[in-house]
């Protein structure tokens, strides 16, 4: 499936780190980062991430927020957040609905292993519509950071 700008993307409803429900939904009135990500503690999804988290007083200067998700437990999101002293919301895609409702899995990953996030980008705009996407094929590509910065700045 794949996600058309200027269209409204599908809500959902995941745990965080702290076993809480977020609510995409909950999100409008604020722009918003959709981060796909692999798996937790790998090398190039602790790039991405770390470097969001060494952006974020930059995106949250844009009326911004960042939630980041992939198919690990909550457990395994708490410890890697902790671990990365993460300030953003890692959301739990563990059943694997909201990857694919994005156009962001990999039905079949490295090692055998099987029903993954890809590592993709989608930005929201405050009214919950596509302003922006990247979606990478390759899991060991970071997303193009300086794309993202460029449509947020376009969004304020």
Do not use: W
């Amino acid at each position: 499936m794949t996600l058309n700008i200027g269209t409204t993307v599908p809500d959902f409803t995941l745990k965080n780190s702290d076993l809480e429900d977020v609510t995409l939904a909950d999100q409008r009135g604020q722009n918003v980062v959709l981060l796909f990500f692999p798996l937790a503690f790998t090398g190039t999804c602790t790039e991405e991430l770390c470097h969001m988290r060494d952006s974020i007083s930059k995106i949250n200067d844009l009326n911004s927020n960042i939630l980041a998700i992939s198919v690990d437990s909550p457990f395994t999101l708490k410890k890697y957040k902790e671990e990365n002293a993460l300030n953003f919301p890692l959301l739990s895609d563990f059943n694997k609905e909201v990857s694919q409702a994005y156009g962001a899995f990999y039905k079949e990953f490295v090692l055998g292993l099987k029903g993954v996030s890809k590592r993709a980008v989608f930005l929201l705009d405050k009214n919950g519509m596509l302003q922006y996407s990247e979606v990478l094929e390759n899991a060991g590509d970071l997303p193009n950071f300086e794309s993202l910065e460029k449509a947020l700045s376009n969004l304020n």
